[in-house]
Nanobody, 115 residues
Framework: QVQLVESGGGFLQPGDSLRLSCAAS????????MGWYRQAPGKGRELVAA???????NYADSVKGRFTISRDNAKNTVYLQMNSLKPEDTAVYYC?????????WGQGTQVTVSS
């Protein structure tokens, strides 16, 4: 059974930093592509950042230079370091894993940025 468990969400002020974590189980983490998506109220789910099993990364234009995705294969965990947070970063953030072509999702963690 595949499980992706996100943690680290919260209520932040503009300019703050936050690190999200996603612990994976039930997949061969080291060969899985991992990603973070987000969904703001009234909007569709969008890709924020992704990292391949070879550590190649991809970012949405809106977060380039502010967010960093990384992975620790020894801990089966993927991280999203978010700096210089803006109110428009407010969303539910979801962890995603692609394992043998199958997509898996975490339950989501809320990030709210407001003054």
């Amino acid at each position: 059974q595949v499980q992706l468990v996100e943690s680290g969400g919260g209520f932040l002020q503009p300019g703050d930093s936050l690190r999200l974590s996603c612990a994976a189980s039930g997949i061969i983490f080291s060969i899985s592509a991992m990603g973070w998506y987000r969904q703001a109220p009234g909007k569709g789910r969008e890709l924020v950042a992704a990292i391949t099993n070879g550590d190649s990364t991809n970012y949405a234009d809106s977060v380039k230079g502010r967010f960093t995705i990384s992975r620790d294969n020894a801990k089966n965990t993927v991280y999203l370091q978010m700096n210089s947070l803006k109110p428009e970063d407010t969303a539910v953030y979801y962890c995603n894993a692609v394992d043998y072509g199958v997509n898996y999702w975490g339950q989501g963690t809320q990030v709210t940025v407001s003054s």
